[in-house]
């Protein structure tokens, strides 16, 4: 029997706005429409939401910690959490996301797994802080992918 082995994405960006903007653009549903996700999100611990994933439907979440405007973590599906942390950086933000889960045991997620840092990396974030500052975009966009065990 192999043992199991466990992936974390992670990548960040900088965004030239406040922690305090950002944090909007994380949590108010209207805001992170404009970026990434049509979604009932709440910062609240406990509060349980969905995220509409063009191509995949309707993704249940549920929030499991929240420290405005520096750290915002749910579940996201069965299997993931993200974890967003929010840094001040000069005169903006940098955005931390690590999305942790991933069984490289399961072929389905290994796909995932390669296909999503890069998706986060360079269309995602990118389009965060397109929305949250002029110009920003993929001028400062850095990934690395991480296996924990």
């Given at each position: 029997?192999?043992?199991?082995?466990?992936?974390?994405?992670?990548?960040?960006?900088?965004?030239?706005?406040?922690?305090?903007?950002?944090?909007?653009?994380?949590?108010?549903?209207?805001?992170?429409?404009?970026?990434?996700?049509?979604?009932?999100?709440?910062?609240?611990?406990?509060?349980?939401?969905?995220?509409?994933?063009?191509?995949?439907?309707?993704?249940?979440?549920?929030?499991?910690?929240?420290?405005?405007?520096?750290?915002?973590?749910?579940?996201?599906?069965?299997?993931?959490?993200?974890?967003?942390?929010?840094?001040?950086?000069?005169?903006?933000?940098?955005?931390?996301?690590?999305?942790?889960?991933?069984d490289l045991n399961d072929t389905r997620m290994a796909a995932a797994f390669d296909r999503?840092?890069?998706?986060?990396?360079?269309?995602?974030?990118?389009?965060?802080?397109?929305?949250?500052?002029?110009?920003?975009?993929?001028?400062?966009?850095?990934?690395?992918?991480?296996?924990?065990?």
């Amino acid at each position: 029997m192999t043992g199991r082995s466990f992936a974390t994405i992670r990548v960040d960006q900088f965004v030239a706005a406040p922690p305090a903007k950002v944090w909007r653009l994380l949590t108010e549903p209207a805001l992170l429409r404009e970026w990434w996700a049509e979604g009932d999100v709440a910062a609240v611990v406990g509060h349980q939401f969905t995220l509409d994933m063009p191509g995949y439907g309707k993704q249940p979440c549920k929030v499991l910690e929240v420290d405005p405007p520096h750290r915002f973590v749910y579940t996201f599906t069965a299997a993931w959490t993200l974890t967003w942390r929010l840094e001040p950086e000069g005169k903006g933000t940098r955005v931390f996301l690590e999305h942790s889960g991933f069984d490289l045991n399961d072929t389905r997620m290994a796909a995932a797994f390669d296909r999503m840092g890069p998706g986060w990396r360079d269309v995602v974030l990118p389009r965060l802080a397109r929305t949250a500052g002029p110009d920003q975009g993929e001028r400062d966009a850095r990934s690395r992918h991480h296996q924990a065990r």
